[in-house]
């Protein structure tokens, strides 16, 4: 019974994944290219912040970090001429090393401290680039950023990104979002993640059974920084213009509660959180001055019945069924 | 009894710890010996907790140091001490209370369990054969300590009977050779009392040394070779329980301080 809905669940996950990667089949508007690119851009941000919760700390400063990933990604390719496939890479490098000063600060904390002291380093950093106009571009940001190069592979004609067509944006995010989720969710099985769990649950029994829980906190904040990078820097090469504002403690509000209303629980949450608060946030483009009262109205109704998270739902459903089939037996 | 062996495990010497202003211990000295069961009592406020935070690195001391075989451990780090050998239990409850009691036995044997961070990324058969091994010693320890039917419950489920007894197993986990436990009979009915103390004995037949802060003094009694006694902060006595007991010292910071109350 178990093993069946283990393969059902995969099957399932392999049909939505196969119907995303052929959606530009069905449609190729730009306009839902374009929600879409950004969708998964969200998803990698959110899923990684998610990661980082699952050790116990809440980081404000993530969003920022996605933000240093972009600027670092492309201040490398606009001053030094470098391709994006390999500014990416050097940017999640660069993003890791400046997250480890951003949290050395913060870890003697735990948290609503740790929460706000995140916060304060993370807007240190997104002042910086307001307030240095060399090399970050001041409170306009950074324009004309390169596209992607081409991908040249033998045999077929060579993939160009530009102005012209979403479609090739749209697959190379889809991948770096299928890539990070697999590599996100094999860590949090491995023996990393049972290790963030007992360093939640508490840092004094965990340090007990000798596990150095300040090492461990930082590792996994350093991995969830690396993934911030990468849609960051993805983020930076589609738009090709990146503005502090982009960064804005606002955004990581909104990544916080779509990981709240997903349910942090479940590695699953964040992505049905993202997916749906983007879908309401185009079907509420009428009426876009009340987007932020109507995500508050959902975090407190969700925060209210389902402490758990969307996610829980089905759970939550098949219980309540299997509930009422014992009182009418 | 025989003689205790020349060389102690670990020595404490001229321990002092101030909370700001406040005392909570001065000067406090003695030794453990290998093998044998140390009784630490006091009445309530005397340091016996501190002692312990001071030993196990949770806190720095303010003077003094701790040598474990010759070898100074003052002001090592927790998971340094458990490095070591030395391994303690809390009083209340400090236990992982959304995970079942077989993930926190899991986890105790962290120290022990050579998975390496990429073959657990990549799940190799080497790592799930570790892992396994983990696993049989996890149960095995569910077993030594009478948890075997609760593995599936979570810690914060657990009754307090079976809390203590998840404690002392969280303690056993790494193995240690000395272990520290604080007051593992506390608010324990008089059958689990006596399955605790035979746990405890059972544990230093297999060659641990134990430490014990206890309040249940009758209890304490029956199983320990040699007892401390501290008292706001300080060391009165030292000896065999039957000196302890007619111990005029003893009796005054008792009984005495219970009187004037």
């Known amino acids: 019974m178990k093993r069946r809905n283990l393969l059902g669940k995969k099957v399932g996950i392999a049909a939505v994944i196969v119907a995303f990667g052929l959606l530009p089949v069905f449609t190729q508007s730009p306009y839902w290219m374009h929600v879409f690119i950004l969708m998964w851009i969200y998803i990698i941000v ?36 470098l391709s994006f496939w390999v500014a990416l890479p050097l940017a999640v490098l ?20 740790f929460f706000f002291a995140s916060y304060a380093f993370g807007e240190v950093m997104r002042l910086c680039w307001v307030r240095f106009k060399n090399p970050f571009g001041g409170p306009a940001g950074l324009l004309f950023i390169p596209a992607p190069g081409p991908i040249r592979i033998p045999g ?39 290790i963030a769990e007992a360093v939640k649950e508490s840092n004094l029994l965990a340090q007990f059974v000798g596990i150095r829980v300040w090492r461990y906190k930082m590792v996994i904040l350093l991995i969830g920084s690396a993934f911030a990078a990468i849609g960051g820097s993805l983020y930076a090469h589609y738009t090709t213009l990146i503005m502090p504002v982009d960064f804005y403690w606002g955004l990581g509000i909104y990544i916080i509660i779509y990981t709240v209303v997903g349910g942090t629980r479940h590695f699953g949450g964040p992505i049905v959180g993202v997916f749906l608060f983007v879908l309401l946030r185009e079907l509420l483009r009428p009426i876009v001055m009340y987007v932020p009262l109507v995500y508050g109205l959902i975090l407190a109704g969700t925060l209210v019945f389902l402490p758990e998270g969307l996610i829980s739902l089905p759970e939550k459903i098949s219980a309540w069924a299997m509930k009422k089939k014992i009182a009418a037996a | 009894m025989d003689e205790p062996s020349p060389k102690p495990i670990l020595e404490i010497r001229n321990i002092t710890k101030n909370f700001g202003g406040l005392t909570a211990l001065n000067d406090v000295s003695f030794d453990l010996h290998p093998g044998e069961i140390l009784g630490v009592i006091g009445p309530n406020g005397a340091g016996k907790t501190t002692l312990f935070d001071v030993i196990t690195g949770r806190y720095r001391p303010s003077g003094g140091k701790v040598f474990h075989k010759g070898e100074d451990i003052t002001g090592l780090k927790p998971h340094q001490i458990v490095q070591k050998g030395i391994s303690r239990s809390f009083q209340l409850e400090v236990l992982f209370k959304n995970l079942s ?50 593995g599936d419950r979570l810690g914060g489920n657990l009754s307090h009977g079976y809390q ?65 006694v501290l008292s706001v902060g300080e060391k009165i006595a030292e000896g065999l329980p039957e000196e302890i007991k007619h111990n005029q010292r003893v009796i005054e910071a008792y009984l005495g301080g219970a009187v004037r109350a």
């Open chain 1, 46 to 81: 959110t899923a990684s912040l998610r990661f980082t919760i699952t050790m116990g700390e809440w980081s404000f400063a993530h969003v920022p970090l996605m933000g240093m990933g972009g600027y670092a990604s492309a201040l490398l390719a606009m001053k030094l001429g």
């Open chain 1, 94 to 113: 660069i993003t890791a090393f400046i997250a480890v000063f951003v949290y050395l600060p913060c870890l003697p904390t735990t948290g609503t401290f």
């Open chain 1, 156 to 194: 077929i004609p060579a993939i160009e990104f530009g102005p012209l067509s979403k479609i090739p944006y749209y697959y190379t995010v889809f991948v770096f979002m299928l890539l990070s989720l697999l590599i996100l969710y094999r860590l949090e099985q491995s023996r990393l993640g049972r």
């Open chain 2, 101 to 150: 009691v077989f993930k926190h036995l899991v986890m105790s044997r962290h120290l022990h369990t050579q998975v390496g961070f990429w073959g657990s990324f990549f799940r190799t058969p080497g790592n799930r054969k570790e892992e396994e091994a983990t696993e049989a010693e996890a149960l095995e320890l569910m077993r030594f300590v009478g948890l075997e039917v609760q």
């Open chain 2, 164 to 228: 203590k007894s998840l404690g002392i197993a969280m303690a056993l986990g790494p193995a240690p050779e000395i272990l520290l436990l604080d007051e593992p009979l506390s608010a324990l009915s008089p059958k689990r009392v006596t399955d605790i103390l035979d746990l405890i004995r059972a544990i230093r037949d297999k060659g641990v040394t134990v430490m014990v802060i206890e309040h249940n003094m009758g209890a304490l009694f029956r199983i320990c070779d040699r007892v401390v």
